[in-house]
Nanobody, 123 residues
Framework: QVQLAESGGGLVQAGGSLRLSCAVS????????RGWFRRAPGKEREFVAG????????RYADSVKGRFTISRDNAKNTVSLQLNSLKPGDTAVYYC????????????????WGQGTQVTVSS
């Protein structure tokens, strides 16, 4: 079994930054591709970013391109999401997800999910 744990959320003013982390524990002999999703109140789950197993390929939602950066440290089995130039519209619960190879936008393709971390951006 694989467990994912997000951290780093919080309250920040518009224009500010946060860094989210997603740590994997449990059955970690395999390295997983990762995705970040978010869900704002009253809205559908939304893809934010994804990164391949090696870290050599990434994908971003158009709404966050140029502001968010996904990266990974395979030695620590951790993936990070740097959130810059935050806007009130970025307010949501952010979730980390894992799959053996997939890192795209289809949330149903992922096998494992974390509990989420709240990001709140004030205007």
């Amino acid at each position: 079994q694989v467990q994912l744990a997000e951290s780093g959320g919080g309250l920040v003013q518009a224009g500010g930054s946060l860094r989210l982390s997603c740590a994997v524990s449990g059955r970690t002999f395999s390295t997983y591709a990762r995705g970040w999703f978010r869900r704002a109140p009253g809205k559908e789950r939304e893809f934010v970013a994804g990164i391949s197993v090696s870290g050599g390929a990434t994908r971003y939602a158009d709404s966050v391109k140029g502001r968010f950066t996904i990266s990974r440290d395979n030695a620590k089995n951790t993936v990070s999401l740097q959130l810059n130039s935050l806007k009130p519209g970025d307010t949501a619960v952010y979730y980390c997800a894992a799959h053996t190879s997939y890192y795209g936008a289809a949330w149903s393709s992922y096998d494992y999910w974390g509990q989420g971390t709240q990001v709140t951006v004030s205007s």
